[in-house]
Nanobody
């Protein structure tokens, strides 16, 4: 029942910012923990941030204070704000859902309902 669609990616210069959106269809996102992930070519999928159904928020170690996750229940959407972008942030960004128990670890294998992803390219 988890059906998600990512949007908001694009080409951004280093130091720029971007806000990605994860919109649910056919279910209410506030019933799940929603995580953001990314995967660069040749690398494993990396957990970035997660917001639980009760708005507990967790970030991956690699984020280093540059990412912010928040939700708008009226729009059935979870957002990821990315600031101070670096070339190494270039990847396909995905969202997915899980039970709240799995939110803290942001482990990709525990999440379901992956969207198609949205490409973020950081380049001058």
């Amino acid at each position: 029942q988890l059906e998600l669609e990512e949007s908001g990616g694009g080409l951004v210069p280093p130091g720029g910012s971007l806000t990605l959106a994860c919109e649910g269809s056919g279910f209410t996102l506030d019933a799940f923990a929603i995580g953001w992930f990314r995967q660069a070519p040749g690398k494993e999928r990396e957990g970035l941030a997660c917001i639980s159904s009760t708005d507990d928020i967790y970030y991956g170690d690699s984020v280093k204070g540059r990412f912010t996750i928040f939700r708008d229940n009226a729009k059935n959407t979870v957002y990821l704000e990315i600031t101070h972008l670096k070339p190494e942030d270039t990847a396909v960004y995905y969202c997915a859902g899980a039970g709240d128990y799995y939110c803290k670890a942001i482990g990709p294998r525990e999440f379901r309902g992956w969207g198609q992803g949205t490409q973020v390219t950081v380049s001058s």
